[in-house]
């Protein structure tokens, strides 16, 4: 049974940068078939895409994150990771790794960790 | 502003069906595959339907998905108290080039 588990800061000062991590166990993040992402859900708000790695394409990321989403793959220690740069208070959410196929479905989630941005 | 829109919120009595819309366009549901999502309060989004209307392993089959042009379905049949969460539908949108999930949706058991 493949699990995900999110790890990082849970405060972060406003215009510094958001780092977390993804470990997986059961499974490699090897897999060509699948993609690694990352979707967050501010308090009380829906789901957002934020960006998603794999071994066989380079990554791709939400339009109005992308100047400031680094996701990145380790592979040999099961692990992926999100960087967020220039945070400000609208970055505070609940951050979720999943993995997904291609257009398929997102069908593996992390528990999520919730992400606050304040001084 | 997603660009799939659902209705805010759904309810019925135990045992009664509901039906969620999930509203598009043609560069998203029209073209690619639709996911249902269920979310319990406090907890991570469990995927229910995946391309349009395939069960994952644990799905129950009460839960059924369907797509017709730019909208999608997600229906509940025998609703059960366990059932109250917020549901969400995703997809692609080529236009985007982006994953795209619906504004969601309270299903409420009265």
């Known amino acids: 049974q493949l699990q995900l588990q999110e790890s990082g800061p849970r405060l972060v000062e406003p215009s510094e940068t958001l780092s977390l991590t993804c470990t997986v166990s059961g499974g490699s993040i090897d897999n060509n078939n699948f993609y690694w992402a990352w979707v967050r859900q501010p308090p009380g708000k829906g789901l957002e895409w934020i960006g998603s790695v794999s071994q066989t394409v380079s990554p791709h990321y939400s339009p109005p994150l992308k100047s400031r989403a680094t996701i990145s793959e380790d592979a040999p220690n099961y692990q992926f990771s999100l960087k967020l740069a220039s945070v400000t208070a609208a970055d505070t959410a609940v951050y979720y790794c999943?993995?997904?196929?291609?257009?398929?479905?997102?069908?593996?989630w992390g528990q999520g960790t919730l992400v606050t941005v304040s001084s | 502003q997603s660009v799939l829109t659902q209705p805010p919120s759904v309810s019925a009595a135990p045992g009664q069906k509901v039906t969620i819309s999930c509203s598009g366009s043609?560069?998203?549901?029209?073209?690619?595959?639709v996911s249902w999502y269920q979310q319990l309060p406090g907890t991570a989004p469990k995927l229910l339907i995946y391309e349009n209307y395939m069960r994952p392993s644990g799905s129950p089959d009460r839960f059924s998905g369907s797509k017709s042009g730019t909208s999608a379905t997600l229906v509940i049949t025998g609703l059960q108290a366990g059932d109250e969460a917020d549901y969400y539908c995703g997809t692609w949108d080529g236009s985007l080039s982006a994953h795209v999930f619906g504004t969601g949706t309270k299903v409420t058991v009265l």
């Open positions: 999943a993995r997904h196929s291609h257009h398929s479905g997102y069908f593996n």
């Open positions: 043609n560069s998203n549901i029209e073209t690619y595959y």
